[in-house]
């Protein structure tokens, strides 16, 4: 069982930047994947950024590409997300997310996860 919990959310203006932070239990070769979601109110979950938890190869989506940077430390055993250059409609509840299975192309999809953090809210004001 693995378990995750977020932290570092808040309120910023646009062109500010936020880190987030989400501390996890277990081995990462328990879970070989491990990423960063985002919902927005009356929208569906999407992936922001995926990070494969040992070799560090990363993915991420098209609309925050360049402004995002997803990065794991294994000894302190905590994922983060680096977030510059925010915009209004980068405002929502982020998720932290293992998976204990190899996603398979599937790096940013939702039902790739098994295992999900409580969330943290993220607030850009124009």
């Known amino acids: 069982q693995v378990q995750l919990v977020e932290s570092g959310g808040g309120s910023v203006q646009a062109g500010g930047s936020l880190r987030l932070s989400c501390i996890f239990t277990g081995s990462t070769y328990d879970h070989p994947w491990m990423a960063w979601f985002r919902q927005r109110p009356g929208k569906e979950r999407e992936g922001v950024a995926a990070?494969?938890?040992?070799?560090?190869?990363?993915k991420y989506a098209d609309s925050v590409k360049g402004r995002f940077t997803v990065s794991v430390d294994n000894e302190k055993k905590t994922l983060h997300l680096q977030m510059d250059s925010m915009k209004p409609e980068d405002t929502a509840m982020f998720y932290c997310?293992?998976?204990?299975?190899?996603?398979?192309?599937?790096?940013?999809?939702?039902?790739?996860?098994?295992?999900w953090g409580q969330g943290t809210q993220v607030t850009v004001s124009s």
């Open positions: 997310a293992a998976t204990s299975y190899w996603p398979a192309s599937r790096e940013l999809s939702a039902d790739a996860y098994n295992y």
């Open positions: 990070i494969a938890s040992n070799s560090g190869i990363t």
